[in-house]
């Protein structure tokens, strides 16, 4: 590799699903990665398993809303594994419900874990990135930003997520970093079982129906998304920012 800059990758959420797969993708081409999520307990075993297969990874516990507990977790990982120069804020929950009855407790957690969460990791991450003059920021949106029912609280974090990440490279441009967005359509992960279980349908089914509806005729994968992240971080990728990548099986509009 002839690249001055460090390869320190951090992933938020990283203790399942998505999170966890982007982790160990990025580990896999080669970037030490602080895996970063509230239960402590599944990213540090995700770190281990980084390590056992040969990579550089550290799991810390915070709640990504919280400065004092962000601005520590980014010092962590920039003393144990150097200053990190790939940022994915992929920390998300749902709280979903139709707006009648929807609580002020629903909208204000959703909205500061995507946005407030994301805020924090970044405004604490780019001074590392602008130092080197290289950086790299994924932030998750979803499809949710387009509208659907349910999810007012959810769709609106993840529509901000978008305008947050343009502004982003607007500002972090000049100084090397790009940010752009990754937007995923339906994902096999704890959070969509979820969602299958609170409508009261069967996982299996939910799948089933949800695949005949993508043109490609199968529900994502964690791994979709990880591939895609892949790519935005990369050397090759530096002329890729502001931009919404759709990673969902089909055109969304």
């Known amino acids: ?114 946005l407030r969460g994301s805020f924090l990791m970044t405004r604490a991450v780019q001074q590392h990135m602008t130092a080197q003059k290289w950086g790299r920021i994924v932030n998750l949106s979803s499809t949710s930003a387009l509208g659907n029912r349910g999810q007012v609280n959810y769709s609106a974090a993840k529509a901000g997520m978008q305008g947050f990440t343009k502004t982003l490279a607007i500002e972090l441009g000049r100084f090397g970093v790009t940010a752009n967005a990754i937007a995923p359509g339906f994902i096999e992960t704890d959070m969509t079982a979820a969602t299958a279980e609170r409508l009261g349908v069967p996982f299996e089914d939910f799948k089933k129906a949800a695949a005949a509806q993508i043109p490609v005729n199968r529900v994502g994968k964690p791994e979709d998304i990880a591939n895609t992240v892949s790519f935005l971080v990369s050397e090759g990728a530096g002329f890729v920012s502001g931009q919404v990548i759709y990673v969902a099986g089909g055109p969304k509009d």
């Open 1 to 114: 590799m002839t690249e001055s800059h460090s390869r320190v990758a951090i992933v938020t959420g990283a203790g399942r699903g998505i999170g966890a797969a982007v982790a160990r993708k990025l580990a896999a081409d080669g970037f030490a990665v602080g895996l970063l999520d509230l239960d402590e307990t599944g990213v540090t075993k995700g770190a281990e398993a980084i390590v056992a297969e040969g990579g550089k990874a550290i799991g810390v516990g915070l709640d990504v809303s919280k400065t004092d507990q962000v601005e520590s977790a980014v010092a962590k990982v920039a003393e144990k594994l150097g200053p990190p120069t790939v940022l994915v804020n992929n920390a998300g929950i749902t709280r979903d419900n139709l707006i009648f009855k929807m609580t002020d407790e629903d909208w204000d957690s959703v909205l500061s874990v995507h």
